[in-house]
């Protein structure tokens, strides 16, 4: 019995140690590297989502997905500046909405390809994030 109170006790030092490291990183990170970890978190719902999909656990796919959802709506669409990013941050906008809306499909369907297609375009506009950080920090 100890030795599950002890066991319990680690799993929640961690877990606070581990939201100390992630609070951290927010803290000192850039604007950039905000964005950056918006794309990771994302992508990281939507893997747990399709894992939960493949387990026949529908309840925790509709959490992890909502958590994709709740980052693409709240984080990456609400970062975008309209008057400054002009049409780059218009087709930006479109984009996450159709993202959206694919994640919303995929919770109501629990369509695989859906959540594919969702962690594809996260990816591929969350890769070109990365690289331009990378020539900004190499300049």
């Known amino acids: 019995m100890s030795a599950m109170r002890g066991a319990a006790s680690y799993a929640r030092g961690a877990g606070a140690y ?8 927010v803290m000192s990170a850039t604007p950039h590297q905000l964005i950056v970890m918006l794309f990771d978190g994302a992508l990281t719902s939507i893997r747990a989502a399709r894992l939960h ?5 529908i309840q925790e796919k509709g959490k992890a997905i909502s958590k994709a959802l709740d980052i693409v709506n709240n984080g990456l669409l609400a970062a975008l500046d309209a008057e ?4 780059v941050a218009e087709r930006l906008a479109s984009l996450y909405d159709y993202i959206a809306r694919l994640l919303l499909s995929a919770n109501l369907h629990n369509d695989e390809k859906s959540l594919e ?3 594809r375009l996260l990816e591929d506009i969350g890769s070109a994030w990365r690289e331009i950080g990378t020539q900004v920090q190499g300049v």
Request: net charge negative; aromatic share 0%.
């Open 18 to 25: 581990a939201k100390v490291g992630v609070e951290s990183g």
């Open 53 to 57: 999909l493949n387990e026949g656990n």
């Open 84 to 87: 400054r990013g002009g049409e």
């Open 117 to 119: 297609e969702a962690a």
